[in-house]
Each structure stands twice: as structure tokens, then as C-alpha cells.
T-cell receptor
Framework: GAVVSQHPSWVICKSGTSVKIECRSL??????MFWYRQFPKQSLMLMAT?????????EQGVEKDKFLINHASLTLSTLTVTSAHPEDSSFYIC????????????FGQGTRLTVV | RKEVEQDPGPFNVPEGATVAFNCTYS??????FFWYRQDCRKEPKLLMS???SGNEDGRFTAQLNRASQYISLLIRDSKLSDSATYLC????????????FGSGTQLTVLP
């Protein structure tokens, strides 16, 4: 199957700093990328959807100025958590999807962020 | 009402049992459907796509009923390794090109 690479797989940062997470589709063109957050024992929560070359669409309650998403190419999207706080500690997962109906999404390995 | 609804479970079944998960979706414009499985602290992985005519992959059978906006997953002869959370996913195109996940159904297969 298609491969989506996400890194870093885990990161610990100090409160107030920014963290950038990269999501790359390695063998297909990802026209759409999705960013999710998952707290322990909870389901995936969609944060935003980004289509290549356009601004991301954020879900209600997700601060676009705090979670900066860039999808500048068909193989790369980045999520930057700005001025991170301990409550931002979570498992962040990206997924990427090619064009066409029926095309499934593939997930990155996830990034476990801990803000201390 | 959530766009994609699943029974959260947990479903605890003995090894060898047959178990069925159901999922309903509210967006009639949804075009594609998938089942993913997620193991604890790991990313979701595609289990199978769901086709209108129904499809089978080994012990797994997926069905779609567009009239009732209903998707199902049947697991036969369940194995211990089937223990995971199963996520129902609907995709709708348009400007958002949105994937919508259900909250997942937790399955534990007991020895």
C-alpha cells in the first residue's frame, strides 16, 4: 500500500515553544491531507483538512493561529503547534489521500507530543 | 447528531466467534466508505474498502446499504489478534473533500 511518513514520531518540548510536524506521501500525490488529534482512550478528532495549494479548512474549535498548516506541495504538509502548552500534549496523526472517488486515505505513524 | 455513528462497544467475544459492527452515516452525499482498524497507541490502518455490492476479504465481510445509509463489518472465526478498535469512515467529495470517522468500536477477543 501507499506510504505516508510522519515525523518526528515523538517530541518533548518546553511550554511556549513551537513544534513542527511533517507529513509526507512517499509514493503518491496527496491532493488532500488531514490532521487529527487523539487523546488517550478517545477517538480521532479531525483538526483540519488541507488541499494542496489552498488554505486549510479548520474544524470548529480548532485555532488556526495556533495550529498552522501548510500544504505547499502534493507530497508534503506540515502542522506547526505554536506556543505549545501542556494541554496541547496529544497524539497527532496525519493522513493523505490521492485524487479520485474510492481512494482510501493512508496514515502517518503519528507524533506523540509532550509539552512540559 | 454525528455524521458517522458507531456503537462504541466494547465488544468482548470468545475466540472463534462471529462479530458484527454497524455504522450509520448521515451525509447522503458520501461516496466512499472504509473500515480501518487502530491498535492501541498506533495509527489507523486500512482494513478494507466497502463496495455497494458488498465485499469479502478472508474472514472479513463489509456491506453497504445506501438506501438506509448503513455500513457493516462482519468478522468470522475471530482471532486474538483481531482485538483492536474498528473505525468506520465515510468520504464525501466537493470543496471539502472530507473524510469523516466514526468514534470507533472496541473489540476484545478473549482466549
Amino acid at each position: 500500500g501507499a506510504v505516508v511518513s510522519q515525523h518526528p514520531s515523538w517530541v518533548i518540548c518546553k511550554s511556549g515553544t513551537s513544534v513542527k510536524i511533517e507529513c509526507r506521501s512517499l509514493d503518491f500525490q496527496a491532493t488532500t491531507m488531514f490532521w487529527y488529534r487523539q487523546f488517550p482512550k478517545q477517538s480521532l478528532m479531525l483538526m483540519a483538512t488541507s488541499n494542496e495549494g489552498s488554505k486549510a479548512t479548520y474544524e470548529q474549535g480548532v485555532e488556526k493561529d495556533k495550529f498552522l498548516i501548510n500544504h505547499a506541495s502534493l507530497t508534503l504538509s506540515t502542522l506547526t503547534v505554536t506556543s505549545a502548552h501542556p494541554e496541547d500534549s496529544s497524539f497527532y496523526i496525519c493522513s493523505a489521500r490521492g485524487a479520485g472517488e474510492g481512494t482510501e486515505a493512508f496514515f502517518g505513524q503519528g507524533t506523540r507530543l509532550t509539552v512540559v | 447528531r454525528k455524521e458517522v455513528e458507531q456503537d462504541p462497544g466494547p465488544f468482548n467475544v470468545p475466540e472463534g466467534a462471529t462479530v458484527a459492527f454497524n455504522c450509520t452515516y448521515s451525509n447522503s452525499a458520501s461516496q466512499s466508505f472504509f473500515w480501518y482498524r487502530q491498535d492501541c497507541r498506533k495509527e489507523p490502518k486500512l482494513l478494507m474498502s466497502v463496495y455497494s455490492s458488498g465485499n469479502e476479504d478472508g474472514r472479513f465481510t463489509a456491506q453497504l446499504n445506501r438506501a438506509s445509509q448503513y455500513i457493516s463489518l462482519l468478522i468470522r472465526d475471530s482471532k486474538l489478534s483481531d482485538s483492536a478498535t474498528y473505525l468506520c469512515v465515510a468520504f464525501s467529495s466537493g470543496s471539502a473533500r472530507q473524510l469523516t470517522f466514526g468514534s470507533g468500536t472496541q473489540l476484545t477477543v478473549l482466549p
